[in-house]
């Protein structure tokens, strides 16, 4: 199915290493709802509509952005770092969104203090929240809200040895979802998709975490082990391997400002560039 991506805001509280949006708290840039109409209807074959920022919770058109999209017959999910306020998504928040939601994915970089470590650019964690508890506790109330959920991470450094924490936190979400799942929704199960790291907006301030040749060849064997270990539905990009790309095809990105781009790791790529980003990131 083809995806549009809009980045609906680049506002967040988080400050993610990887961040391509180079999204904060000090950023404030909210796209209007009629724009958001303007580019769903700029791409009406687009079966699924997701919506990510910065923080799209923090969006103070979400709602309606959400009953619009889906008055369209969209598949409609939201990319989230699960923290609002810097506290949790509350379950008020996900009840009244819940018949305009298919799916909201969550953002995963690792189990607990590694997690925060990415999410704040903060090895310390010196006078921040417990974000990991947040994201969990947004997940809750996603699914209590009868929403499906997944989880994604962006693949680096800092993670590259604890994926297996990943994928069983995954897998145990997966369980707890499925069991205490009360919605007329089908259930769907909880996956994991890993993003690789690119070099751009704060990437590009913290070029340390880009993995090396031997790390990137090593990763789908160590995926393949993590499906069977736990049962788990495990998807990763392009990139990771010679795949045919969907760049421009299958998937379209709006960014924050109104650009338009044929995939999230193109932001930054001038009209002079001539070879994909992938391509070089190694």
């Known amino acids: 199915m083809k995806e549009l991506t809009i980045e609906i805001t680049n506002n967040c509280c988080l400050n993610c290493i990887q961040c391509s949006t180079m999204a904060g708290e000090e950023k404030n840039s909210f796209m209007p709802l009629e724009d958001v109409k303007k580019f769903i209807k700029q791409f009406p074959n687009f079966e699924i509509v997701r919506y990510s920022g910065g923080e799209p919770f923090n969006h103070k058109e979400i709602i309606p952005i959400l009953k619009y999209t889906k008055k369209q017959n969209k598949i409609v999910e939201i990319l989230s770092c699960g923290i609002k306020g810097y506290k949790e998504i509350p379950e008020k928040i996900m009840n009244k969104i819940s018949p305009y939601v298919d799916k909201i994915i969550f953002s995963m970089h690792g189990y607990d203090d590694t997690h925060d470590e990415i999410v704040t650019s903060d090895k310390q964690l010196i006078r921040h929240p417990p974000y990991w508890d947040f994201m969990i506790d947004s997940f809750d109330h996603a699914r209590w809200a009868g929403i499906n959920t997944s989880f994604e991470t962006v693949l680096m450094k800092d993670n590259y040895n604890k994926l297996e924490e990943i994928a069983r ?66 998807t990763y990009t392009n990139s990771f391997e010679k ?22 790791a193109l932001k930054y790529m001038k009209k002079t560039d001539k070879k994909f980003a992938c391509k070089n990131r190694i």
Do not use: M
């Not at 070029?207 to 082990?225: A, G, M, R, T």
């Not at 795949?243 to 999230?264: F, L, P, Q, R």
């Open 169 to 234: 936190s995954v897998s145990l979400c997966n369980k707890i979802a499925r069991e205490d799942w009360d919605s007329k929704k089908p259930f769907e199960e909880v996956t994991w998709h890993i993003l690789r790291f690119v070099k751009q907006g704060r990437g590009k301030i913290n070029p340390y975490e880009n993995l090396n040749k031997k790390e990137i060849e090593n990763f789908p064997k160590k995926v393949e082990e993590l499906k069977e270990k736990y049962n788990l539905k495990i």
């Open 243 to 264: 795949n045919k790309c969907d760049c421009g095809s299958e998937k379209a990105v709006v960014t924050y400002n109104g650009k338009i781009i044929s995939c999230s």
